[in-house]
């Protein structure tokens, strides 16, 4: 078992790619803690707290529950977010704000949060962030999304850096397009909208949650002791293509 008896925090894990992860990450040993908004939809052993990790409040509180239950933290997978579609001249602020501070400030509070009873505890602990191929590329009417998916790859290098001689690891994933209802709702609304994003996909098909579930699993094991400051992507190939087909 590669993460036998470690505490792993996973946010946003009650659906898609944060609940594959927890699935994945308590099948290897770990304690798992989900937090998220709303309710686990499925049977799991992990523990559930409810949280907003927009807030510096919702954050902390997260952090004290992991500690009070488990006594440590050894993982933090920062997964939640969330969309919102519209053109860019009919974007709203509050809109835009409101994706960014869940996407990226919140990534940002928790893993400031996680990272500061990581020094105190003296854990050699590692954090992973959520990204998304849209860091590199963009989406026209996915405007909040794109910018703080990109601010996300950037706070994952300053992260690693200011955290490398504490012993914390941080790195990130950036999917393509997998199969979870945020994707549906993005990206996937009709046959015409999967076909394209086919197009674009080497591969041909959508990724699976569970298959980035385990490249977060490798991150956040030993087997990734030498890594840090990445941005792994579990694309089908979309990165290297870089253009649409047909």
Do not use: W
């Amino acid at each position: 078992m590669r993460l036998k008896d470690k505490v792993c925090i996973i946010t946003g894990g009650a659906s898609g790619i944060g609940a594959a992860c927890a699935r994945v990450f308590i099948r290897e040993g770990a304690r798992v803690i989900v937090a998220d908004v709303k309710a686990l939809t499925e049977a799991t052993d992990a523990h559930f707290v409810e949280a907003d990790v927009s807030s510096k409040q919702g954050a902390e509180r997260l952090v004290s529950a992991a500690v009070e239950r488990y006594g440590a933290i050894d993982v933090l997978v920062n997964n939640a977010g969330i969309t919102h579609a519209a053109d860019f001249l009919d974007l709203a602020e509050e809109d835009f704000d409101r994706v960014l501070r869940v996407n990226l400030k919140g990534m940002f509070l928790c893993g400031q949060a996680v990272a500061r009873e990581m020094v105190r505890a003296k854990t050699a602990g590692c954090i992973i962030n959520m990204s998304s191929v849209n860091a590199v590329l963009a989406i026209p009417n996915q405007v909040p999304y794109v910018v703080s998916k990109g601010g996300v790859n950037q706070l994952t290098k300053v992260m690693a850096m200011g955290l490398a001689p504490h012993g914390i690891r941080v790195n990130g994933i950036g999917p393509g397009t997998i199969a979870t209802e945020l994707a549906k709702k993005a990206v996937l609304g009709s046959e015409e909208a999967k076909k394209k994003v086919m197009s674009r996909t080497p591969m041909g098909r959508l990724g699976e949650p569970g298959e980035v579930a385990n490249v977060a699993l490798f991150l956040a094991s030993d087997e990734s002791s030498y890594l840090t400051g990445q941005t792994i992507y579990p694309d089908g190939g979309r990165l290297a293509l870089n253009y649409t087909v047909g």
